[in-house]
């Protein structure tokens, strides 16, 4: 990025402010009416109304209400909240390593959470919700941890190109474990979980403590959003501008192991989701982090809300891979992306 | 020293190591052999394999050990010849079909034959390769064509990074095909893709036979100009060689050889990349010389893996890939940090 320019676009935001309220409000009320449609619709069709009182007065004799209230809702939000976690986790990735590819899951950091999910299915398949989940932590941590020392030591450093190529690789070499010990354990009824993820599985306890950890995360990386934004022109505009550039890595690198940690736990890895927004929020709001994070987080949540509706309604009463079909709409923007960042190859 | 001499110490250790390595790789074939259900000793299969054995170990040794370790030394030595071929062409050593996603093409592949000839058995299982080919060809030709710069040539870093994506895009399209199908399918192609040896007939044998013969000895006629292309494009050019013409040409000729033997043998990547690195240690840089022992390699390094994945883990089985990922993957990281 051209820092002067984006220093520029940081500070006199001022004129920009009142277009970004205007695109949060277009973005949300977007949401809403997603939310609503993938409600409704499924294998069996509900009306708008319906879904509507099933939300307000529950009515638990009714079937309708019921479909609504125990197998579309919670599926519905775990996407819209999964979907925000992982496309924020990718914007604070992008921002804290100046790197425009980088995202939770080309860097093998959710192939880490997925690595020991899948360890802990075959090896203590009665663990409760919440310890799976800080174990999914663990596995996304272990994974950055790993990734950002493999930079470190490098010598000459490691410049973004490699840094996503090691990514992938350990990404890879994850997965490949993974399935090993689905395919071992016999738990290969879950293959689409260990390939691509789901959120089909969700329910309402999942969502008790998914909803506030990842709600806290993404409330703690916009206010961590100017100190990113600053890191993003570079760690030596950044310490001019009072900015302690290693200990904001740090915290946003942390920030953005609990999102993915704690998507991952429920819906398995999906990629792309934080490559592609937060590319899209940048293109719409500039360079400012602080409205990039919020801008995402909604946007991750329409798309993958959209990804999931796709999943069921592709070939019912089969369900699709979810990440699968993020894939579709990322890979063509990865590509993209690849050639376009002629400098650094 | 003159050249010469250079050549005839070179030429000399590389018989000395390919000596070796034959009698690594006929000692993993045997222990190979004795691993299973039913253990079969050296002496047994010896006396099988001149006709003097029992009616029972024959039939084993003849109707399942053999055909799925035939495939397993096929698909390994073809995988780490198509993996020096793609490093040469692309002068990029971190190439592999793996990485660059022509296994993923090949696997699109196999699923449009499952669902046009909707089973793997009987004699339609020859033209397995056939369709394997033609998608890790499609795939090849998209990530060339992007990793193509007009002025600069072939660019070795983006090469990967598009074959990485194009790698995830084509899996999730696999995915999406073999779940039209039926749920076998689906998980049948999620296990290809984690690089199990499938196929354990005499009919696969027979698939993927002709290609090896073929392809190799051609590639191999070609090791001089794989030597060029390590001297840069325009070296290579100024010394006669037809650069884009016989790079295309190569190309191909690794891509058919990939894909075909990961047809029969699952998508195992990391083979096409460690095998070369190894072989180039051991004997020097000529093709001439290390392409046989890459293929030895590749040979010994796929039966091992595919032992060790069925025995360690008794009474289930660990797909090969995963234990060549669990140790060719990190070879790979060694290799990219200590590379430049």
Redesign the interface.
Known sequence: MDGEKGFKSIVMSGSRHIIFILLLFAALLGLGLTLFMSVSYGAKDLTMGTVWSAVMHYDAELTAHQIVHEIRLPRVLGAAITGMAFAVAGAIMQGVTRNP?ADTG?LGINAGSTFMVALCFAFLPNLSYSALMAISFAGAAMTTVFIVL?GS??PGG?NS??L???G???A??LQ??S??IA????L?QD??F???GGVAGVTWSHLKLLVPIILIATIWACMMGRSISFLSLGDESATNLGVRASRVRFLGMTAAVVLAGASVSVAGSI??VGLIVPHIARRLVGADYRKIIMLSAILGSILLVWADFAARM??PP?E??I???V??V???F??YL??KERSD? | MDGKAIFLLRRKRTIRVAIILLGVALTVILISLNTGTIRLSPTSVLKALIGYGTAEESMILYEYRLPRIIITMLAGAGLGIAGAVFQGVSRNT?ADP??LGINAGAAFGLIAYISFFRSLDGPAALMIPLFTFAGGAVIALVIFL?AYDRYRGL?P??L???G???S??V???T??LS??LDEDT??FA??W????VWSRDWVNVWGLFPWIVVLIPIIYYRSATLDLFTLGDETAASLGSAVTRSRLILLALAVALSCASVSMAGGI?FIGLAAPHIAKRLVGPQHRHFLPIAAMTGLVILVAADTIGRSL?HP????A??VV??VG??Y??YL??TTK
């Open positions: 590819m080309i493999l030591l490098t490691l190109i490699r996503t190529i090691a992938a690789v350990v890879a070499i490949s474990l399935t090993g395919i071992y354990f016999a290969s293959l689409a260990w390939y691509a990629g792309f592709v070939n089969r699709f891979a990440g699968a079909m894939a579709m990322g890979v063509p990865f590509l690849a050639r190859l | 971190l793996g990485i992007f660019l870093i983006r990967i990074l598009v990485i994506a194009v995830a895009g899996s999730a399209m995915l999406l779940l039209r689906y998980a999620a296990r893709l984690a690089g199990s990547g883990f289930n089985a660990v797909p890939g995963v990922a669990a993957g990190p790979f990281l990219l940090f």
